[in-house]
C-alpha cells in the first residue's frame, strides 16, 4: 500500500482560499475597530460639551440675578447700598506687612557687580556665594 503525501492538492486549495478569505477580512474589520474607537471618543467628547454647556447656562442664569449680582458687588467690590452702614475689617496680618513695607529692605548689590562676581568664582572654581563672602560683599 502507496503512503499518502500529507498535503494533497484540495488541502494546498483550501488553505489558499482561507487565507485569502482572512486576509480580505483583515482590513475592513481593523477599520471597524477604528470607528468604534473614534465613535466612543466622540460620545466622550459630546458628553463633556453637554456638562459645560449647562455649567455656563447656570453661570448666566446666576448673572441675569439681580440679587446675586448685588450680593457679588458687596462682597468682592465692598459696595453698600445707600442709607446703609457698611464697615471693612482689615486683617491684622496686612497691618504687620504695611509696616513692614515702610521700612527699608536690604540693598542689592547692583547687575554688574554681581555678574562679575559670578565670573571671578567661575574663574576660580568656587561657587559665587563663597566668593561674594571672601571678598567681603553680599
Known sequence: MAKRPQLTGRAAILAVVVCAISMSLAYPIREYVAQRRQIAQLEQQQTQ?????QKLEERRRQLE???YIKRQ???RLHYCEPGAKCFVVL???EGKAAAKAGA???EKAPWYLTLWQSVEAADSGQDAVQASVQTGQE
Open 73 to 75: 458687588a458687596k462682597e
Open 49 to 53: 460639551a453637554l456638562r459645560n454647556l
Open 91 to 93: 486683617d491684622a496680618g
Open 104 to 106: 527699608k529692605p536690604a
Open 65 to 67: 440675578d439681580p440679587e
